[in-house]
Antibody
Framework: EVQLVESGGGLVQPGGSLRVSCAAS????????MNWVRQAPGKGLEWISY????????YYADSVKGRFTISRDNARNSLYLQMNSLRDEDTAVYYC??????????????WGQGTLVTVSS | DIVMTQSPDSLAVSLGERATINCKSS????????????LAWYQQKPGQPPKLLIY???TRESGVPDRFSGSGSGTDFTLTISSLQAEDVALYYC??????????FGQGTKVEIK
């Protein structure tokens, strides 16, 4: 069974930093592209970052480009999102999501339960 | 960026009746080299992550009940729940995964029981 478990969320002040993680199990992590998708309270879904299986291809949404960094450790079956210069509008549940394959142009077949990041003073 | 617009924002349907959700993209999602529409549908129940229902506009994900179906091509797509069940109460999102990112979602449609 595919499992994606996010961790690392919490309360952080504006301008601060936070790293969220996603532990993967139940599949060959190194064979799949991964994504981060966020959802602000009561709002819709926003894709924010993609990383290919070998980390050779990385994309970001404009809203986080230059502030967030996606990475993965295939030996540890883990996905990361380093978030710097956090803003109030970054407050959201952050989901890791597995692509259906190792190509970006694929839907998100599996999702974690999410971790809440709250940016507030 | 490709803008995805869903309609309606919410709908109330009686148990056993049909529910229809529309999704329109600002540009065609039909990729000529594959002849596939790069469009997916997700279901999100309260307090849960989204769940993939349909991809390639009409391919049902494994385990998804056959009362869920997707149709359409190009810029206009539809998710149909043929006979609404109580467990189908949820938010539904369409998403395009065409070409280079950003991959965008519709604003969501809330389905309730009438």
């Amino acid at each position: 069974e595919v499992q994606l478990v996010e961790s690392g969320g919490g309360l952080v002040q504006p301008g601060g930093s936070l790293r969220v993680s996603c532990a993967a199990s139940g599949f060959t992590f190194s064979s799949y592209s991964m994504n981060w998708v966020r959802q602000a309270p009561g709002k819709g879904l926003e894709w924010i970052s993609y990383i290919s299986s070998s980390s050779s291809i990385i994309y970001y949404a404009d809203s986080v480009k230059g502030r967030f960094t996606i990475s993965r450790d295939n030996a540890r079956n883990s996905l990361y999102l380093q978030m710097n210069s956090l803003r109030d509008e970054d407050t959201a549940v952050y989901y890791c999501a597995r692509s259906l394959g190792n190509i970006g142009t694929r839907p998100f077949g599996d999702w974690g339960q999410g971790t809440l990041v709250t940016v507030s003073s | 960026d490709i803008v995805m617009t869903q309609s309606p924002d919410s709908l109330a349907v009686s148990l056993g009746e049909r529910a229809t959700i529309n999704c329109k993209s600002s540009q065609s999602l039909l990729y000529s080299s594959t002849n596939k529409d790069y469009l997916a549908w997700y279901q999100q129940k309260p307090g849960q992550p989204p769940k993939l229902l349909i991809y390639w506009a009409s391919t049902r994900e494994s385990g998804v009940p056959d009362r869920f179906s997707g149709s359409g091509s190009g810029t206009d797509f539809t998710l149909t729940i043929s006979s609404l069940q109580a467990e189908d109460v949820a938010l539904y999102y369409c998403q395009q995964y065409y070409s280079t990112p950003p991959w965008t979602f519709g604003q969501g449609t809330k389905v309730e029981i009438k």
